[in-house]
Nanobody, 123 residues
Framework: QVQLVESGGELVQAGDSLRLSCTASGRTFSNYAVGWFRQAPGKEREFVAGISRTGRSTVHADSVKGRFTISRDNAKNTVALQMNSLKPEDTAVYYC????????????????WGQGTPVTVSS
C-alpha cells in the first residue's frame, strides 16, 4: 500500500506560478513511476505529466509542455509539479498517482491515488 498526499493548490491569477507536491508513505516509493493528472468539473481525468522510478525519464502532455515540469526526490518520497504561466484552462483538481506500468497516460494504469489538491486560475 502507498499513501499519497498532494499539497500546494490554491487560487492564483493567470500568468502566475505554482508548485504542487505529492508526498508518499508506505511501500518503497522508488519502486513506482508517478503521474500527475487533473480533472476539471464535468470533464474526464486528464494526464498532465509522468516521471520514471529514477526520475531520469519524464513525459508532459502537449497542453502543458514548456510550462509545467515534473520532478522527484526519492530520498524525500516526493514528486513535484512546477507550473508556470498558468492559464484559466489549467483550473482543475490535481492528483498524483503511482504506477508499475510502462505507459503513463491512462488513469487505468495507476494503482494508488491521492485525494487531490484544487488549483484555480482566474483571468
Amino acid at each position: 500500500q502507498v499513501q499519497l498526499v498532494e499539497s500546494g493548490g490554491e487560487l492564483v491569477q493567470a500568468g502566475d506560478s505554482l508548485r504542487l507536491s505529492c508526498t508518499a508513505s508506505g511501500r518503497t516509493f522508488s519502486n513506482y513511476a508517478v503521474g500527475w493528472f487533473r480533472q476539471a468539473p464535468g470533464k474526464e481525468r486528464e494526464f498532465v505529466a509522468g516521471i520514471s522510478r529514477t526520475g531520469r525519464s519524464t513525459v508532459h502532455a502537449d497542453s502543458v509542455k514548456g510550462r509545467f515540469t515534473i520532478s522527484r526526490d526519492n530520498a524525500k518520497n516526493t514528486v513535484a509539479l512546477q507550473m508556470n504561466s498558468l492559464k484559466p484552462e489549467d483550473t482543475a483538481v490535481y492528483y498524483c498517482a503511482t504506477t508499475e506500468a510502462n505507459t503513463w497516460s491512462s488513469p487505468r494504469n495507476y494503482n494508488y491515488w491521492g485525494q487531490g489538491t484544487p488549483v484555480t486560475v482566474s483571468s
